[in-house]
């Protein structure tokens, strides 16, 4: 019985486990086959049968708390404007998903939440540690350090003491997943474990896209899945990925902040292919519309989409081979914040938005 990928710690007694293993029972069966039916392939008692699968019902039901329940908490980017642009910065809780292009960015913010997690709350972090789970290269060190330098410069109105954090590295958990595999096993057991030993605050997976595309049967020459049936499992596969991350998230009060790759979006003709079509209604959650000069889709589809909760476009710029590269940081989709692109820069102290458009934007920074 594969109760156990659904839910933890769901236990049957030996006599129905063994009568569901002989009858090969899944949990899906459980839940969808006739009471009846079931009775019969499982000689089991019907009452006892459905005792079961309303237990195991009431165990996969979301958990939902009532509005007044909910306080949303929000991990600082370490920018007080871009926090503002974003309705208040990382959601604690939730799935937030960067995309761009390669060199956009996307591990640079990573690794500035990393070091942000760490901040007393009073200046925005979350004072526990940071998950960085990496699929192609490690964590660099290095840029990590430097990220930490000038945290200082970040918050000027600070005591340095406050502020100033010596190693952060130590509080930086690394975890490299070079294949689909290990991936898997290290979120789906590895993970929940470090979440109940240490005080993790944020996860970082950098990038998701990376080992779907190596290990299901990709199509280079027309950038997309050719086999239906590696549809289905990465569908199944993203959707599981996204549910145990929310419930890690959500137990333990962490941001999840997840990498995503993109690629070349090509552009219709769509008084051809109608208004009300996949690829012209999905200008609005891909992020790039076709007045964007190259306009991109976020990698893994449809289904990734929406187990994400807020996505987050870092976008290049035409003059992005200056000193200090300058990127829009687009909110595509977010329950916290409206659509909106925020000009910033990549230096030395991370992501930030520069002082003119502070100025621009609020009279008060
Ligand atoms: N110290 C620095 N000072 C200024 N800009 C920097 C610095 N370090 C990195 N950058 C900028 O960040 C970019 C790299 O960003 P990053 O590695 O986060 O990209 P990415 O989106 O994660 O790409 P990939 O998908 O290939 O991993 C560089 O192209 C450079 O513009």
């Known amino acids: 019985m594969d109760i156990s990928n659904y839910v933890a710690n769901f236990h049957f007694d030996e006599k129905h486990a063994a009568a569901f293993e002989n009858a090969d029972v899944s949990t899906i069966d459980l839940l969808t086959i006739d009471v009846e039916d079931l009775e019969k392939r499982t000689n089991c008692k019907k009452d006892e049968l459905i005792q079961i699968i309303q237990q195991v019902t009431l165990l996969l039901r ?10 949303q908490s929000f991990l600082t980017t370490g920018d007080l404007v871009l926090d503002q642009k974003l309705g208040g910065g990382i959601p604690v809780g939730q799935l937030t998903e960067v995309c761009g292009e390669s060199g956009s960015g996307k591990s640079q913010l990573c690794m500035q939440l990393c070091i942000m997690a760490q901040l007393p709350r009073a200046f925005g972090g979350l004072n526990k540690a940071a998950v960085f789970i990496s699929t192609e290269s490690g964590l660099e060190t290095k840029r990590l350090f430097e990220l930490a330098k000038y945290i200082p410069d970040r918050f000027p109105e600070a005591e340095e003491g406050d502020v100033f954090i010596r190693n952060p590295g130590d509080r930086v958990y690394t975890i490299l997943c070079p294949d ?6 290290i979120i789906q057991y590895q993970l929940p474990i470090l979440f109940q030993r240490e005080s993790i605050g944020l996860v ?8 779907y595309r190596a290990e299901l049967k990709y199509n280079r020459s027309k950038s997309h899945y050719t086999d239906l049936n590696n549809i ?35 552009t219709r003709d769509y008084d051809a292919i109608g208004l009300f079509s996949l690829d012209y209604q999905s200008q609005w959650f ?6 964007d000069p190259n306009p991109k889709i976020p990698s893994l ?3 990734w989409t929406n187990n994400v909760n807020t996505r987050l476009a870092l976008i290049k710029r035409a003059d992005s081979a200056t000193v200090k590269a300058r990127r829009i940081l ?6 916290n914040a409206a659509r909106i692109d925020v000009p910033v820069l990549i230096g030395s102290m991370g992501i930030f938005v520069p002082k003119e458009e ?3 934007s609020n009279p008060l920074f």
């Open 358 to 360: 502070k100025d621009a």
């Open 180 to 185: 689909l595999e290990s991936q898997e096993h």
């Open 62 to 71: 979301p958990k939902r708390k009532v509005a007044s329940q909910i306080k």
């Open 330 to 335: 687009r909110v595509v989709y977010s329950p």
């Open 204 to 211: 970082v997976l950098d990038s998701v896209a990376a080992n």
């Open 286 to 291: 891909n992020g790039w519309d076709d007045l």
């Open 301 to 303: 589809g449809l289904v």
């Open 232 to 266: 289905a499992i990465r569908g199944n596969q993203l959707g599981k990925l996204a549910s145990i991350l929310r419930d890690l998230s959500r137990q333990y009060e962490a941001a999840v902040v997840i990498a995503n790759q993109v690629s070349d979006r090509l």
